[in-house]
T-cell receptor, first 110, second 112 residues
Framework: RKEVEQDPGPFNVPEGATVAFNCTYSNSASQSFFWYRQDCRKEPKLLMSVYSSGNEDGRFTAQLNRASQYISLLIRDSKLSDSATYLCVVKGDSWGKLQFGAGTQVVVTP | EPEVTQTPSHQVTQMGQEVILRCVPISNHLYFYWYRQILGQKVEFLVSFYNNEISEKSEIFDDQFSVERPDGSNFTLKIRSTKLEDSAMYFC??????????FGPGTRLTVL
């Protein structure tokens, strides 16, 4: 079983629409959770950390379900600039090793 | 806003040659990392470094790889004898504590 699994997509989303996708992780001892975005051939950029209570940053909402070991990301009012690959990232131990999912591609169309 | 920087942006080398990839982490960060991403694949952890020593390494990080912090600013990844399968994007990252990590723009390594 992969440590972090994501639906690769692509999710084709009309501009202004809402899109949501999930990620599952296998290590129940994982401590921290993040969403990064990656544009083509660029570095991963932190989008947001994910907290147990759920958190929101502008148009982005992240949820964590520890019991079911999944993380979700919802994007409201999608912009063309939201087109990217969204990486689900899990930190499992105190030294900071990050485990990445393969990414979910989102394509926002006019 | 402080950033992680990496040089060179693209390195082309012949199989069997040594390469050194350079990174300048964010200045007040204490934890440093190298990751790689083979084209079309996920980002993979290589090594973490804290207090001038390796704190964790992956199976990928074999004897051909080494890391060093030669001075107060640079953090380097050396591949002693490159193989074709070492071709990838190599990302350096740093963090102030062992949580949120900030990535550099990467070095694209091409081994011919």
């Amino acid at each position: 079983r992969k440590e972090v699994e994501q639906d690769p997509g692509p999710f084709n989303v009309p501009e202004g629409a809402t899109v949501a996708f999930n990620c599952t992780y296998s290590n129940s001892a994982s401590q921290s959770f993040f969403w990064y975005r990656q544009d083509c051939r660029k570095e991963p950029k932190l989008l947001m950390s994910v907290y147990s209570s759920g958190n929101e940053d502008g148009r982005f909402t992240a949820q964590l379900n520890r019991a079911s070991q999944y993380i979700s990301l919802l994007i409201r009012d999608s912009k063309l600039s939201d087109s990217a690959t969204y990486l689900c990232v899990v930190k499992g131990d105190s030294w900071g090793k990050l485990q990445f999912g393969a990414g979910t591609q989102v394509v926002v169309t006019p | 806003e402080p950033e992680v920087t990496q040089t060179p942006s693209h390195q082309v080398t012949q199989m069997g040659q040594e390469v050194i990839l350079r990174c300048v982490p964010i200045s007040n960060h204490l934890y440093f990392y190298w990751y790689r991403q083979i084209l079309g694949q996920k980002v993979e952890f290589l090594v973490s470094f804290y207090n001038n020593e390796i704190s964790e390494k992956s199976e990928i990080f074999d004897d051909q790889f080494s890391v060093e912090r030669p001075d107060g600013s640079n953090f380097t990844l050396k591949i002693r004898s490159t193989k074709l399968e070492d071709s990838a994007m190599y990302f350096c990252a740093s963090s102030p504590v062992t949580d949120t990590q900030y990535f550099g723009p990467g070095t694209r390594l091409t081994v011919l």
